[in-house]
């Protein structure tokens, strides 16, 4: 399974943006997928998981309630819907994918599969 991303890019704070992870791959449906995020001069972040079937997902506390985890099977996507953005909320965005579903794995980072990021700018 490969991975891009696409839908970063400048919004105002209190503003909406959509990130599309596409995966190519016959196995796609069988990974859980999720999001990352990196900072300047920081860590690289869990976002949010959603499971193989989009039955579960879960997210970090900084962003419940204003982020939404989806994934569209049928086409091979998984999106991030990210809603009253906050200054920050600006980093490069990673989607990542992993046959792991475990909150633990995810929460941690432990994931095989990573895609290039995109940048998500909030300015205030």
């Known amino acids: 399974v490969q991975l891009q991303a696409s839908g970063g890019g400048l919004v105002q704070a209190g503003g909406s943006l959509r990130l599309s992870c596409a995966a190519s791959?016959?196995?796609?449906?069988?990974?859980?997928m999720g999001w990352f995020r990196q900072a300047p001069g920081k860590e690289r972040d869990f976002v949010a998981a959603?499971?193989?079937?989009?039955?579960?997902?879960f997210a970090a506390d900084s962003v419940k309630g204003r982020f939404t985890i989806s994934r569209d099977n049928t086409k091979n996507t998984v999106y991030l819907q990210m809603n009253g953005l906050k200054p920050e909320d600006t980093a490069v965005y990673f989607c990542?994918?992993?046959?792991?579903?475990?909150?633990?794995?995810?929460?941690?980072?432990?994931?095989?599969?990573w895609g290039p990021g995109t940048q998500v700018t909030v300015s205030s």
């Open positions: 791959g016959r196995a796609f449906n069988y990974y859980a």
């Open positions: 990542a994918a992993d046959k792991r579903h475990d909150t633990l794995s995810w929460r941690r980072g432990m994931v095989g599969l």
């Open positions: 959603i499971t193989w079937n989009g039955g579960d997902t």
